[in-house]
């Protein structure tokens, strides 16, 4: 009887701890990055009028990847995110990445660059940024752009 209820009980909590997750994946959208080339990003953003923003970044970089892990995540930068911009991530060390970082410039990861629908850089960001400064900083920059 005994083994029987720690078998229940764990099979509880197992449920329990994977439901959390589901749910928590569900509510959780967090920003939701343009798939595509440097100039299909160009494009659609000249198409729809909405300005971009860019988060350069490296795979070696720690804060590139507390960044993607928890400022990309948060749901109200998802949804702020997604209402006012398209987002783009590029590898500054790979294909396309090596190009555009070299067109703007950029010495340190993570840059976060900022641009209006027409694709002219606005701005720029660098270092690490918790959600809170992240959200800060995307009201910044529509207030530059309108």
């Known amino acids: 009887m005994k083994h029987t209820f720690t078998i229940l009980l764990i099979f509880c909590l197992g449920y329990s701890v994977i439901y959390a ?3 928590s994946t569900k509510t959780n959208q967090g920003v939701q990055f343009f ?3 440097w100039s299909e990003l160009l494009a659609d953003a000249k198409a729809r009028k909405k300005p971009f923003f860019v988060d350069v970044f490296t795979t070696w970089c720690q804060p ?3 960044m993607s892990k928890l400022t990309f ?3 109200e930068v998802g949804k702020i995110s997604k209402m006012y911009y398209l987002a783009y991530k590029i590898d500054a060390e790979r294909g396309e990445g090596v190009e555009v970082a070299e067109k703007y410039k ?3 990861y993570p840059t976060v660059l900022f641009f209006n629908a027409e694709g002219k850089l606005i701005g720029r960001e660098t270092g690490y940024m918790d959600q809170e400064h992240f959200l800060y900083v995307l009201e910044k920059y529509l207030k530059k752009m309108y």
Request: aromatic fraction near 0%; hydrophobic fraction near 15%; include cysteine.
């Open 21 to 23: 997750q589901t749910e």
């Open 64 to 66: 590139c990847k507390m």
């Open 35 to 37: 798939e595509g080339t």
């Open 106 to 108: 950029v010495k340190s």
């Open 73 to 75: 995540t948060d749901s």
